[in-house]
């Protein structure tokens, strides 16, 4: 007879979602000990997508396949972002002289770096999208990236920027 399969649940960083990835993980079978395992994470996965891992389940009974191990998937929260289903939201800080005069600046992604232009005349709290660059979608493509601008004023201005 065929074992039983387990259900177990695993959080991974949002940027395993995005790029793939590998992760080790330990499991207590009884009568069995320990067992260390290696999880490939598929690029594109989503969250409560399971992973499944035949034959690492329960035990079968008088001979019969083991069941399986179907691990679903979690995002973790990262610092950086602001979450809102496949779409991200991160804060950039904008000086004062680019926001008013125009200029680029760098943007973190969780595909790395990315350069955004600010048009001159940029207000504090606007938002920029950038198409594409948040998690995975069900279907298929990924959400966006919004970057959310907070000015930089100086504190202290020479009489030449004065």
């Known amino acids: 007879m ?3 399969d387990n259900l177990a649940s695993m959080a991974i960083p949002m940027v395993d979602a995005v790029r793939g990835g590998q992760r080790n993980i330990t ?3 009884p009568g069995s000990g320990q067992q260390n395992l290696t999880v490939t994470i598929p ?6 997508q399971k992973i499944r891992l035949a034959g690492k389940g329960h035990p079968g009974l008088s001979g019969g396949p083991a069941g399986d191990l179907l691990i679903e998937i979690l995002f973790e929260t990262d610092e950086r972002f602001a979450r809102q289903g496949e779409d ?5 800080k904008v000086p004062f002289s680019t926001a008013a005069l125009g200029g680029s600046i ?23 999208r950038l198409g594409g660059k948040g998690l995975p979608r069900r279907g298929r493509g990924s959400g966006d990236l919004f970057a959310r601008v907070r000015i930089l004023v100086p504190r202290a201005l020479d009489d030449v920027a004065k």
Do not use: A, C, M, Y
């Open 2 to 4: 065929r074992g039983e």
């Open 27 to 29: 499991l207590s079978q």
């Open 43 to 48: 690029k594109g996965i989503h969250e409560g």
């Open 88 to 92: 991200l939201t991160v804060e950039v």
């Open 106 to 128: 760098q943007v973190p992604t969780l595909e790395g770096q990315v350069d955004l232009k600010i048009p001159p005349g940029t207000q504090g709290g606007q938002r920029f």
